[in-house]
């Protein structure tokens, strides 16, 4: 997690700044650049700290039927985090990962939290305005993540997963 989360230098921070800087992130709205599927609504800016040449999206919620899990858990070379894929639940494309056990090293570290990342290349970023529609979002003014939950899941249309699921297939 410690290299996929944050930007370096909130890690030399002092506590104060780091929670200052995520405070005033702005808050992204996510879509799948294949198919225009809703990805997230609560997303985020982020560096790959392994390679900072790679940008990510990280969010602590994705919206309900928006993607989906794939394929097994499987750990990166840089730490003991277990991740899986992400496809986008509208057209089956892999759009990213999710953090399924951070390891110890990653916890202990400076993190934001979200367990939840999209490749940049994969998704199209609009930034997102609070209630009023005149003033961009920031993190430090986002409802309450059950409260963003509610207004999402009336926002969000239900779409059926191109991916059902029946127990004989699993076994397949």
């Known amino acids: 997690l410690q290299h996929y989360f944050i930007q370096s230098n909130l890690?030399?921070?002092?506590?104060?700044?780091?929670?200052?800087?995520?405070?005033?992130?702005?808050?992204?709205?996510?879509?799948?650049?294949?198919?225009m599927?809703?990805?997230?609504?609560?997303?985020?800016?982020?560096?790959?700290?392994?390679?900072?040449?790679i940008t990510l999206h990280s969010t602590d919620l994705p919206p309900p039927n928006a993607v989906e899990m794939s394929g097994d858990d499987y750990c990166t070379s840089n730490c003991d985090c277990h991740i899986r894929d992400l496809v986008c639940a509208g057209c089956g494309n892999q759009v990213g990962y999710h953090v399924t056990l951070p390891c110890r090293s990653c916890m202990d570290s400076c993190n934001n939290g979200h367990f939840w990342m999209f490749h940049?290349?994969?998704?199209?970023?609009?930034?997102?305005?609070?209630?009023?529609?005149?003033?961009?979002?920031?993190?430090?003014?986002?409802?309450?993540t059950h409260e963003d939950l509610q207004k999402l899941k009336e926002k969000t249309p239900r779409r059926q997963s191109i991916f059902p699921l029946y127990p004989v297939e699993c076994i397949r």
């Not at 890690?11 to 198919?35: A, D, G, I, Y």
């Not at 599927?37 to 392994?50: D, E």
């Not at 940049?120 to 309450?144: A, T």
């Open 120 to 144: 940049s290349v994969e998704c199209q970023e609009f930034e997102r305005m609070d209630d009023s529609g005149e003033k961009l979002l920031i993190w430090g003014n986002l409802p309450p």
């Open 11 to 35: 890690r030399k921070m002092p506590r104060f700044n780091q929670t200052q800087t995520f405070f005033s992130k702005k808050v992204v709205k996510l879509e799948c650049r294949h198919c």
């Open 37 to 53: 599927n809703i990805l997230c609504w609560r997303g985020m800016r982020a560096i790959l700290l392994a390679d900072t040449s």
